[in-house]
């Protein structure tokens, strides 16, 4: 068995021999340090400077962000640029290639009427006068009837939308929203029967202007149809915004149909008044019935003034009865005496009753909602 041997271990031969080691170590380590403080030194300027960059340009970011953030942007195009983002639409017809020699990008107005072919000739009138004056013009055909317009001249240069037994109001919720008809200074909504001679409907148009009129119809003549007395023509006035009946409407009134009412086969909307109007139309009442007692909520204001009848520029309203007719190819039987104008007349009732119910809830759960017209109502 060999023993391990632990070999001496070395002893420095002396201190003059540490000191000679340390002496050789400690310049070198000097010199390596002075080099990483000059180029600290010439460094760390520059590094400062960058770090200040960094942090502006991350304050910067931070603000874009934040701006962007708080900007109004169309519900679904938040994931495009904004520039490419068309938010609005209107009715001018475009060709299918090249441009309109005259593309006239201004606002322009828009008529839309519900139309039944029994008809035909007083809404020949009335589309030619109105397509004159540089509307748009667009037909809702109640009975599904469009070949048999083909005859008039204009007929290309207007829109028709079908949909059998559908009100006026059935229509514009679905097809005038808002944004759609946001291109348009005043929105003309308007039943069939009624005669144009009278009506010039750019000094219309000028008159509602000038006298801020958010919502108004033309005066009636003294041929018209009248239901209430607020929408007969004044002769000696251009524009009348109340009515007075003794022991009901007198100048102190301040509700419908005394002051701030229209009626609704020929009223006529601003662009901002409509917006609102639209949001009341309930989307299952096809009748609308009650609608023209509430038109002041809608008036941009107060509705004593906002509401007018213009008698400078008048219609006539014949009251034809034509929607709710009957129906082509069927035949009722003997035991089916329905009268189809008794029955929208009854539904209209029953809408009515319906919308009433709906705004008197809808006014008490709203806590947040204050009426302006609580006292009048």
Not at 204 to 231: F, M, N, R
Not at 247 to 275: H, K, L, Q
Not at 360 to 372: I, R, S
């Amino acid at each position: 068995m060999k023993a391990l041997i632990i070999p001496p271990v070395s002893q420095p031969p002396d201190s003059k021999c540490r000191r000679s080691y340390w002496c050789s170590v400690f310049p070198a380590a000097s010199f390596l340090f002075l080099i990483i403080f000059a180029v600290y030194a010439f460094l760390a300027p520059d590094y400062k400077e960058k770090l200040s960059r960094w942090e502006i340009a991350d304050t910067f970011q931070n603000f874009k962000f934040s701006d962007c953030k708080n900007r109004c942007r169309p519900p679904g195009s938040e994931s495009l640029p904004e520039g490419i983002v068309s938010k609005t639409s209107n009715f001018q017809m475009r060709p299918l290639w090249g441009f309109p020699k005259n593309e006239d990008n201004s606002s322009i107005n828009l008529l839309a009427v519900a139309v039944g072919i029994k008809q035909r000739d007083l809404v020949n009138k009335m589309v030619k006068k109105f397509l004159s004056s540089n509307f748009s013009v667009m037909l809702f055909h109640y009975d599904g009837n469009v070949d048999e317009w083909r005859d008039f001249e204009w007929n290309d240069r207007v829109i028709h939308v079908s949909a059998r037994n559908q009100t006026k109001w059935w229509f514009a919720k679905r097809f005038l929203h808002p944004d759609i008809v946001a291109a348009c200074n005043y929105i003309f909504l308007w039943d069939e029967d009624l005669g144009v001679e009278n009506l010039n409907p750019k000094r219309y148009v000028s008159i509602v202007k000038s006298e801020g009129l958010h919502i108004s119809q033309p005066a009636l003549d003294y041929k018209s149809l009248v239901h209430q007395q607020i929408t007969v023509r004044a002769s000696k006035s251009g524009v009348h915004r109340r009515t007075y009946k003794p022991g009901i409407c007198d100048g102190n009134s301040t509700a419908p149909p005394c002051t701030g009412w229209v009626e609704m086969m020929a009223p006529v909307f601003s662009r901002a008044a409509w917006r609102c109007v639209w949001y009341m139309i309930q989307n299952d009442l096809i009748h609308a019935w009650g609608l023209d007692y509430l038109l002041g909520y809608c008036s941009q204001g107060d509705r004593t003034k906002n509401i007018g009848i213009v008698d400078a520029e008048y219609i006539a309203h014949y009251g034809f009865p034509t929607l709710g007719g009957v129906v082509e190819n069927q035949v009722p039987s003997r035991s089916q005496k329905t009268d189809p104008r008794l029955e929208v007349r009854r539904q209209s009732l029953i809408e009515l009753r319906v919308f009433q119910k709906r705004w008197k809830e809808a006014v008490e759960e709203d806590q947040c909602w204050m009426d302006p017209y609580k006292e009048s109502s």
